[in-house]
């Protein structure tokens, strides 16, 4: 299996721009979950999914954010308007289940946004 | 509020020496903690996992332990080589809920 994979791997995008990130989670795994990486606030989850509905968003920033999982395979999360205090590295993590004792999840590479 | 502390946040160390890296945690209540590592411009990788019951796991020159009741987890690496190098994260896993709390991590350099 090709893991998680993520597109882009690097965004540069100017203050007031949509960006949209993108997640491919491993086949046949049913919960995906979005973070954001900072120096400040280290590794944050923003949102999950599971079995492609919304479970908990309580992680997302502000209205701005948005994410959704319109089939067990894709997943998006859009930022609109970009700020520059967006810029991180936004993760896409998936998991075959989620809620037992030796769950784990996987990530993908990452994306690094920069908003200028 | 559940909070993870890694200390140091960067740490380098000499080829062949075994290392010790730290987690505390704030609340004991907790269901699994994890390390993962974090290669520069990857994602990050489960290295163990050890359940709320467990007091410690091995996997080839990795060991974790847990001591729940002191909000303390170690990382011992043996026998360290370059390949090591890397940004171990340490994660709990709060019980009643489906987050993971992740510490910032420890910068971790091993010289040749």
């Known amino acids: 299996d090709a893991g998680v994979i993520q597109s882009p791997r690097h965004e540069v995008t100017e203050m007031g721009q949509e960006v949209t990130l993108r997640c491919k989670p491993i086949?046949?795994?049913?919960?995906l979950f979005w973070y954001r990486q900072t120096m400040m606030r280290g590794l944050e989850l923003l949102i999950y999914?599971?079995?492609?509905?919304?479970?908990?968003d309580s992680g997302m920033p502000e209205d701005r954010f948005s994410a959704k999982m319109p089939n067990a395979s894709f997943s998006t999360l859009k930022i609109q308007p970009s700020e520059p205090r967006d810029s991180a590295v936004y993760f896409c993590a998936s998991s075959l289940k989620w809620g037992g004792p030796t769950d784990t999840q996987y990530f993908g590479p990452g994306t690094r946004l920069t908003v200028l | 509020k559940q909070e993870v502390t890694q200390i140091p946040a960067a740490l380098s160390v000499p080829e062949g020496e075994n290392l010790v890296l730290n987690c505390s945690f704030t609340?004991?209540?907790?269901?699994?903690l994890q390390w993962f590592r974090q290669d520069p411009g990857k994602g990050l990788t489960s290295l163990l996992l050890?359940?709320?019951?467990?007091r410690e796991q091995t996997s080839g020159r990795l060991n974790a332990s847990l001591d729940k009741s002191s909000g303390r987890s170690t990382l011992y690496i043996a026998a360290s080589q370059p390949g090591d190098s890397a940004t171990y994260l340490c994660?709990?896993?709060?019980?009643?809920?489906?987050?993971?709390?992740f510490g910032k991590g420890t910068r971790l350099h091993i010289l040749p």
């Open positions: 050890i359940q709320s019951s467990q």
């Open positions: 999914f599971n079995n492609n509905v919304p479970i908990d």
């Open positions: 086949s046949g795994h049913n919960s």
């Open positions: 994660a709990v896993r709060p019980i009643r809920d489906d987050k993971i709390i």
């Open positions: 609340d004991s209540a907790i269901y699994n």
